[in-house]
């Protein structure tokens, strides 16, 4: 059976965005691999410095990930930061990559040029995500078009491991949706928790319309290019084009069109999601890492031995 991983950092509340272009990919074909949901809490401490909410946000990722479908059972859910080996892999890989190499970055390119700090963590991020995938001899990596080029990193990883000690890691692929690569947001930029420009994905109904009301409309055109474009993800084909039709120009009409369907979508998983508690959570996790431990452990054995610390 081949191996699925992916994972979100706990830095903030889901979007629709993380929902079409990660989430719903995953719980579509999870059940077809050996599948792992990570949270990437130690991603996360990149630019999160706020222990209460760090905690907060950990359980309530992991409440939207049973939320949307992924069954406890049959994925391992875990939390990055209890397996220590993706921390122990990334100083080994680190020794292996050049400077110059995780400068080409475009994630890290992008936040120096944002102005925010940028700590050796949030250069070295590439690094760790490449251990988190190639410590679970991962193939296939369900992610949004934004996180390419890191499994293209995590690729050459595994490369340079494998010619400087021999074959130890699976080189895995990134799997994108094409048309859903990147959920536009509000402003009809990529949606992104950093823009300001999201729709909840667990918000209220209210939190959902206030959101949606917000969709930068462009007062020429007759069909809002920014609402469609949301909207085309929710509602398909011939039905949608009848209603971009019989709608020109009543942008009102269309946004409470859209509210509706994304609530159809969403009410379900809400309702599930208030039904999961923290001790819920804390026992997935606790199992969850168990597992992913003995996992990745087996492999960190094998790689010390290759790399001569095992004496
Ligand atoms: P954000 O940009 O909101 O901080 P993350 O970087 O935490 O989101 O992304 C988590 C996952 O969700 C990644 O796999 C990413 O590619 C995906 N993702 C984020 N935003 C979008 C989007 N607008 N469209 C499609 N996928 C997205
Ligand atoms: N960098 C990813 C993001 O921001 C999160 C992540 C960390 C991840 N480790 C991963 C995604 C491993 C896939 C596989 O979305």
Redesign the pocket.
């Known amino acids: 059976m081949q191996r699925l991983l992916?994972g979100?950092?706990p830095?903030?509340a889901l979007?629709i965005?993380?929902y079409?272009?990660?989430?719903r990919p995953f719980v579509n074909m999870y059940e077809k691999y050996e599948s792992h949901l990570m949270v990437a809490d130690y991603h996360a401490l990149t630019t999160l410095k706020d222990p209460a909410l760090l905690r907060q946000n950990i359980l309530d990722v992991v409440r939207d990930y049973i939320a949307v479908g992924v069954d406890p059972k049959k994925a391992i859910i875990f939390q990055q930061s209890e397996v220590q080996a993706h921390t122990e892999m990334t100083w080994i890989f680190n020794t292996l990559i050049t400077m110059s190499f995780l400068e080409l970055a475009h994630a890290f390119k992008d936040k120096e040029a944002r102005g925010l700090e940028t700590n050796v963590g949030l250069f070295d991020y590439p690094i760790l995500m490449a251990a988190d995938i190639l410590l679970y001899d991962t193939d296939v990596v369900?992610?949004?078009?934004?996180?390419k080029q890191h499994i293209e990193y995590a690729r050459e990883v595994a490369g340079k491991f494998n010619a400087a000690y021999g074959d130890t890691f699976v080189l895995p692929k990134e799997q994108i949706i094409k048309d859903?690569?990147?959920?536009?947001?509000t402003d009809g930029k990529?949606?992104?928790?950093?823009?300001g420009n999201?729709i909840p994905l667990f918000g209220t109904r209210e939190e959902i319309q206030k959101a949606v009301m917000g969709i930068v409309t462009d007062s020429k055109a007759e069909s809002p290019e920014n609402v469609y474009n949301i909207h085309r993800l929710f509602r398909s084909g011939e039905s949608l084009a009848t209603l971009y039709k019989e709608n020109k120009g009543k942008y009102k009409v269309l946004k409470d069109t859209l509210i509706e369907d994304i609530e159809a979508v969403v009410a379900p998983m809400r309702q599930k999601r208030a039904s999961i508690s923290d001790a819920d959570v804390k026992d997935i996790l606790k199992d969850g890492g168990e597992k992913a431990r003995e996992r990745a452990e087996a492999k960190m054995k094998d790689v010390r031995q290759k790399i001569g610390v095992s004496i």
């Open positions: 992916t979100l950092q830095s903030g979007h965005g993380n079409l272009g990660v989430l369900p992610v949004g078009q934004d996180q859903i690569a990147v959920v536009p947001g990529k949606m992104s928790k950093s823009y999201t």
